[in-house]
């Protein structure tokens, strides 16, 4: 996670310094600042989360840079400069629409004002990835607050409301840092949640969450088949619905299948109903697909509610949460993703890994270093003599374990040493 600081830091530097006083080279450089550093993090680490830790520390330079005097806000040029770097046709439509208002109002900060409305419509409609979404929403907000242009001074710009909004901003950005990193990793120690399997045996349980998905699943597919692996995809019913044939080619090659909900919504705040509905939903899509009813459930986020429990109790679902976390959902490079794996494994971990899904939706993100690691993670995990078993047999076997009425090795064969 640190290169995640490093770009916010140095994209926060970038934007602090050359900021010259007026003229329409000021313009040409914030404008560049906006457009190049975003571009450049995507250098070093090719992620959404590096593009909105980019945006928001160039932007936020803006209003509190640290390295020169605030010669004047430029953060609308910055922002339409972050714009063009996430769709050139968006910003130049962008800018089209202000020099229109520009034209016709003849007042600067109402042409930004009412242009930036146009940010978030768009953002929803032509950007399918969630960092692209959260940065559009971030420049709205921004801009809205910076050029609200009817009802306040300049004094309550600038001061209160300013910095009220970069707190929210800020600690909304943590709060989101917060669910994905730590909520992933599931709350407190419950027995009827399955984090991972017996610890005696050196067995793991690879497991994809979010799919199916038509770039990555059959990617990762072709990897597990290569190398043998047997692994456990919790897929999303939407996405089981759009895409059918790898739902069942998921199937057809051994994989175990789970519901991951009907379209990934947090069970927290849901109601009693709408929680039914996001695990039936999802069920009959699954067995619509694949004509097979999971019977393993994991909760999106791995957060899941009192009702949630009781329900999938009583509909015969096993809850299986994970004991490693791979951190790919933030699109790390393939070695950090290799490397969270080897330091955190033990016997019986349960390891989750993404083919879809993004920071917040279902679908979207890039998981081209989940399946560039997945190879050297087999090779490895093999290396240290680890075998692979999907998530209803690990539960077999501990079932097995716990009666004792059965030899392991009449199932397993002999069992490699630890
Ligand atoms: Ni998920």
């Known amino acids: 996670m640190y290169q995640f600081v490093i770009i916010a830091i140095s994209s926060y530097i970038l934007g602090s310094?050359?900021?010259?006083?007026?003229?329409?080279?000021?313009?040409?450089?914030?404008?560049?600042?906006?457009?190049?550093v975003p571009l450049v993090s995507g250098?070093?680490?090719h992620?959404?989360?590096?593009?909105?830790?980019?945006?928001?520390?160039?932007?936020?330079?803006?209003?509190?840079?640290?390295?020169?005097?605030?010669?004047?806000?430029?953060?609308?040029?910055?922002?339409?400069?972050?714009?063009?770097?996430?769709?050139?046709?968006?910003?130049?439509?962008?800018a089209l629409m202000f020099f229109v208002i520009k034209k016709i109002t003849g007042n600067y900060d109402q042409a930004v004002f009412v242009s930036s409305l146009m940010i978030p419509v768009m953002a929803f409609k032509i950007f399918s990835s969630d960092s692209y979404i959260i940065i559009s929403l971030i420049i709205f907000a921004n801009l809205v607050i910076q050029f609200w242009p009817l009802f306040l001074s300049k004094r309550i710009k600038s001061a209160v409301l300013y910095d009220m909004a970069v707190g929210i901003g800020v600690l909304g950005f943590l709060i989101l840092l917060y669910f994905n990193k730590?909520?992933?990793?599931?709350?407190?120690?419950?027995?009827?949640?399955?984090?991972?399997?017996?610890?005696?045996?050196?067995?793991?349980?690879?497991?994809?969450?979010?799919?199916?998905?038509?770039?990555?699943?059959?990617k990762i597919l072709d990897i597990l088949k290569e190398k043998n692996v047997p692994a456990t995809f919790f897929l999303i019913g939407k996405n089981?619905?759009?895409?059918?044939?790898?739902?069942?080619?998921?199937?057809?090659?051994?994989?175990?299948?789970?519901?991951?909900?009907?379209?990934?919504?947090?069970?927290?705040?849901?109601?009693?109903?709408?929680?039914?509905?996001?695990?039936?939903?999802?069920?009959?899509?699954?067995?619509?697909?694949?004509?097979?009813?999971?019977?393993?459930?994991?909760?999106?986020?791995?957060?899941?509610?009192?009702?949630?429990?009781?329900?999938?109790k009583e509909e015969r679902y096993t809850l299986v949460l994970w004991d490693v976390s791979t951190e790919d959902w933030a699109e790390l490079a393939p070695k950090k993703i290799v490397a969270n794996v080897i330091n955190r494994v033990k016997?019986?971990?349960?390891?989750?890994?993404?083919?879809?899904?993004?920071?917040?939706?279902?679908?979207?993100?890039?998981?081209?270093?989940?399946?560039?690691?997945l190879p050297e993670i087999i090779d490895k995990l093999r290396d240290e003599g680890y075998e692979f078993l999907t998530v209803d047999q690990m539960i077999f076997i501990s079932e097995l374990m716990e009666t004792e009425e059965y030899s392991l090795e009449d199932y397993l064969g002999p069992i490699p040493a630890q």
């Open 47 to 94: 992620s959404g989360l590096s593009y909105l830790m980019a945006s928001v520390g160039v932007l936020a330079a803006q209003s509190r840079p640290a390295f020169s005097k605030n010669n004047g806000y430029t953060g609308e040029i910055v922002s339409l400069g972050i714009v063009f770097f996430m769709s050139p046709v968006f910003g130049m439509a962008l």
């Open 43 to 45: 250098f070093y680490v």
């Open 240 to 312: 089981a619905e759009a895409y059918p044939e790898i739902a069942k080619r998921i199937v057809a090659e051994g994989h175990s299948i789970g519901n991951h909900t009907y379209s990934h919504k947090s069970l927290i705040p849901l109601s009693a109903k709408n929680t039914y509905k996001e695990i039936k939903n999802a069920e009959a899509a699954i067995e619509e697909a694949t004509g097979i009813r999971p019977t393993l459930f994991r909760p999106p986020r791995g957060v899941y509610s009192g009702y949630a429990r009781k329900l999938l």
């Open 347 to 373: 016997p019986g971990s349960i390891i989750l890994l993404h083919d879809s899904g993004d920071l917040l939706t279902f679908r979207g993100g890039n998981r081209n270093s989940t399946v560039k690691a």
């Open 182 to 218: 730590y909520v992933y990793r599931g709350f407190g120690a419950q027995t009827d949640i399955i984090r991972h399997g017996p610890e005696q045996i050196k067995y793991v349980a690879l497991t994809f969450d979010d799919g199916p998905d038509p770039l990555y699943t059959p």
């Open 17 to 36: 310094i050359f900021t010259l006083k007026n003229g329409c080279r000021k313009y040409t450089i914030e404008f560049a600042k906006g457009l190049l």
